[in-house]
């Protein structure tokens, strides 16, 4: 009898829940799950990442009246500490809240594991499908191989920014020797291998004087690597290091007398440009979508101004989240549904949107990858309007590849719903 | 062989930062019989103190005033903390010291944040002084060998010439005697725990804008300073010397070489399989010295231990 009770109360209070999300879903706000580190080494990235969601929705979309006429958009923050298990528990307890898009950026890892969970949730219920909005995560396999209807990857991922970067240096005469250097991983490698391929493809006569890995985040001191680089003569090296094995190596080579151009992903912001300051002038360079120096508008120079006030200790630093939301904003009102993210998937395939940073964003229907212009940026203290860290430092645009990899291929074969 | 010399400026620097966290750790040590797992926070606090000294009154003033602060901090540890673990023996005390490590790391990441702190090397400094052959060596560098000689030699005088060093060797080898005699043993554990970490103190506040002011400098220096007062024999300081500079040279020189092993292989006669990814050695086969040249001084600690237990220069084993 007791246990009868028990279940009844128990399956009654659960169809309670599950109709409260139900009623919460069609009434209450618009929610998006951010599933990213909060906590923990990566937490500098992830809150940064968190106040640029949270600015996004509030300035584009829920003080321009909303979404479906009038439905505000809420981003509800979960700490997945950069494990790709903690996420697929986050991911659970997301979806059993009656949320559908689900937004995360930090680790390729990560996005890998929430792609698989979500593709398979998506088959298993398809009345309560959900929407996975990949902000950061780079790994070219996310658009190829691993690809699935459900994901959109709104960066430009590491191929695309190989590719812009050997277009900027197949147009610099001068070059005549590169040095590639990373951290001994599986981003560290996919860099080097694609910049072998494309400045092979580009610049067959530019010499890559140098290819090797260096133990990540154990190396104390990088002088050696400086001395090798100044030894091989190059006249650019291309990293794709992050933190402070971004910060010693380039530090170690500007030590050692170089005087070329040190092109970069990730050297900017979270204390890197202020370490940099006056050293870094003239040497970083950094490969991205999104530049907010010169701004591309008044509009998009009051963004990041009302960002820094409301924000003064984080920095606009992935632009492309303000895409992202504005363009998932569209889709929704364009599907007059925020319920069925089908629905709300198929609008934002194909869709072309005139980004607040200027020029386009394209999703490519066939792979779910945004097109869109990619910039070379300069770290210096010129012409900075909006600077980084708190510093005269920032970031200008000095070239572009407009519409970067348009016409890349891809291995995508997704299946339609 | 132009290179050849700039590593062994390069190494030279490396070498003698280390030591002068070994210095301090390798008398720890002998005196108390336990590692001080906190020695590289304390490193990382000279070199955070430094630079919230170094905002308001420029870096040297905060040369000259962190590391004793670092050092006062780390006296009090000894008297308020260690002191009271030590008579539960030895394991209280290592786990002592390494909660005391991890805690340093928190309260400098509730303070200053997980970012990299832009701690500058003074102006004055900020110039190549010389170069070999389009190397440049920094003036800072050449600033950072005077300072870690100048320390070792007034160590060695203090350590060998003067009455509290003869105290101080004394009580390390005889605590008994020593406090037989009438001298106050535990300060001059004190004192010796408050030197010893204002030492790393000043490593900290001269690596610091050098090799970075993260929360992960004392994770990334700390267990390679237990590596060098092993090698270099525990309580010897000269041992401490030559320790820290063959494996500042060796790591150097290792970073430094693109040894691959391929060629190791080739010259045992294998041969390099077409499709790597069938091969049992593909990893050797890919394998460069830069890569493995921060396991060597660990490869070098069980050389010593296997061989040479007291270390290079030690008087009793470890």
């Known amino acids: ?417 | 062989m132009d290179l050849i010399l700039v590593n062994l400026i390069d190494g030279l620097v490396t070498g003698l930062l280390l030591f002068m966290l070994s210095s301090g750790l390798t008398l720890i040590f002998s005196m108390m019989g336990v590692l001080n797992f906190a020695h590289a926070s304390f490193y990382m606090l000279g070199a955070y103190f430094a630079y919230q000294i170094s905002l308001a009154l420029g870096f040297w003033v905060a040369l000259l005033v962190a590391p004793p602060i670092v050092g006062v901090a780390g006296a009090l540890v000894e008297r308020y903390g260690l002191r009271r673990v030590h008579k539960f023996g030895h394991v209280p005390e290592l786990i002592f010291t390494f909660g005391l490590a991890l805690l340093i790391e928190e309260v400098v990441q509730f303070f200053w944040g997980k970012n990299q702190l832009p701690f500058e090397e003074p102006e004055i400094l900020d110039f190549a002084l010389f170069a070999i052959s389009g190397n440049t060596i920094p003036a800072y560098k050449v600033f950072m060998i005077f300072i870690s000689i100048a320390i070792f030699i007034g160590l060695l005088y203090i350590l060998t010439k003067t009455r509290v060093g003869l105290i101080i060797q004394a009580a390390l080898t005889h605590p008994n005697t020593v406090e037989t005699l009438g001298h106050n043993v535990p300060l001059v554990f004190m004192g010796v725990f408050g030197v010893g970490t204002a030492l790393a103190g000043v490593a900290g506040v001269i690596a610091g804008p050098v090799l970075g002011t993260f929360p992960g400098m004392a994770f990334l220096l700390g267990s390679i300073v237990f590596v060098t007062i092993v090698v270099g024999g525990l309580g010897s300081l000269p041992g401490a010397l030559v320790a820290s500079l063959l494996i500042g040279w060796i790591t150097t020189f290792a970073a430094s070489y693109n040894l691959e092993f391929a060629d190791v292989l080739l010259a045992f006669g294998l041969e390099r399989p077409a499709d790597l990814s069938e091969s049992m050695l593909a990893d050797a086969w890919t394998l460069t010295l830069p890569q493995i040249g921060p396991i060597l001084p660990y490869i070098l600690m069980v050389l010593i231990l296997v061989f040479r237990p007291y270390g290079l220069m030690g008087k009793r084993s470890v």
């Open chain 1, 1 to 417: 009898m007791n246990t009868v009770f028990k279940t009844t109360i128990g399956a009654a209070a659960g169809v309670a829940i599950s109709a409260g999300a139900a009623f919460a879903a069609a009434h209450g706000p618009v929610k998006i799950a951010f599933i990213d580190p909060l906590s923990g080494p990566f937490a500098t990235t992830g809150t940064n990442g968190l106040a640029e969601w949270n600015y996004a929705a509030d300035v584009l979309v829920n003080s321009q009246g909303g979404v479906l006429g009038g439905k505000q958009i809420e981003i509800v923050p979960f700490d997945n500490k950069i494990s790709p298990k903690e996420s697929l528990i986050q991911l659970q307890v997301a979806i059993d809240q009656g949320i559908k898009y689900i937004a995360q950026g930090n680790s390729s890892g990560v996005a890998n594991a929430l792609t698989d969970a979500i593709n398979k949730h998506n088959k298993r219920n398809p009345d309560n499908r959900v929407l996975f909005i990949n902000y950061s995560a780079v790994d070219p396999a996310l658009t190829n191989d691993k690809c699935n209807y459900w994901h959109f990857r709104f960066d430009a991922n590491a191929d695309i920014k190989m590719d812009a970067l050997t277009d900027v240096m197949k147009r610099d005469e001068a070059l005549k020797k590169v040095y590639l250097v990373g951290q001994d991983y599986s981003f560290g490698k996919a860099v080097a291998a694609a910049a072998v391929k494309n400045l092979g493809a580009k610049r067959p006569d530019v010499e890559i004087v140098g290819n090797e890995l260096h133990p990540i985040g154990k190396v104390k001191d990088f002088t050696p690597y400086a001395r090798k680089i100044m030894a091989s003569g190059a006249d650019a090296v291309i990293t794709g290091n992050w933190g402070s094995d971004m910060v010693g190596l380039g530090k170690a080579i500007i030590g050692a007398g170089y005087k070329g151009q040190i092109y970069t992903y990730y050297a900017a912001s979270n204390g890197i440009t202020k370490t940099f300051g006056a050293d870094g002038k003239g040497v970083i360079n950094l490969v991205a979508e999104g530049a907010i120096n010169p701004p591309a508008s008044d509009r998009a120079d009051a963004y990041v101004k009302g960002f820094e006030a409301k924000y003064p200790d984080h920095d606009i630093t992935q632009a492309r989240i303000a895409n992202a939301m504005e363009m998932l904003a569209k889709a929704i009102d364009a599907a007059g549904t925020a319920d069925d993210v089908a629905a709300v998937a198929a609008k934002l395939e194909g869709m072309e949107h005139e980004s607040i940073w200027g020029g386009s964003v394209y999703i490519r229907p066939e792979d779910h990858q945004a097109i869109q212009d990619v910039h070379i940026q300069a770290h210096t203290d010129e012409g900075i309007t909006n600077a980084l860290d708190n510093s005269d430092f920032g970031l200008v645009k000095v070239s572009t590849v407009e519409m970067a990899a348009l016409d890349s291929p891809t291995s995508c074969k997704m299946k339609r719903p």
